[in-house]
C-alpha cells in the first residue's frame, strides 16, 4: 500500500525511479481504487493494527515495532 502511495507522491530521486508509472500503466493501486487520503488513511490503520497486536510481547520485538513504523515514514 505504502509502496502505490509513493509511487503517486514520492521523488523520483529518493525513491531511484519515476513516479506515477502506475497511474501511466493504468495499474489498480490502492490510490487508484480508494482515493491518496483514504489509502494513507487505512495504511496508518494497518501499522496501528500491527503494534497493537505486539503489545503483548514487550520489549524484545522492539525491533519489529521499529519496522512498522518505518513503513509509515520511508521514502523509498
Known amino acids: 500500500m505504502v509502496d502505490d502511495i509513493l509511487n503517486v507522491e514520492g521523488k523520483a530521486m529518493a525513491l531511484g ?3 506515477g508509472t502506475d497511474l501511466s500503466r493504468g495499474k489498480a493501486t490502492y490510490p487508484s481504487l480508494l ?4 489509502s494513507k488513511r487505512r495504511a496508518r ?12 510481547y514487550g520489549a524484545e520485538v522492539e525491533p519489529l515495532r521499529e519496522i512498522a513504523r518505518f513503513i509509515m515514514v520511508r521514502e523509498n
Open 17 to 19: 525511479k519515476c513516479t
Open 35 to 38: 482515493g491518496l487520503e483514504e
Open 45 to 56: 490503520e494497518l501499522v496501528e493494527a500491527a503494534l497493537e497486536s505486539l503489545s503483548p
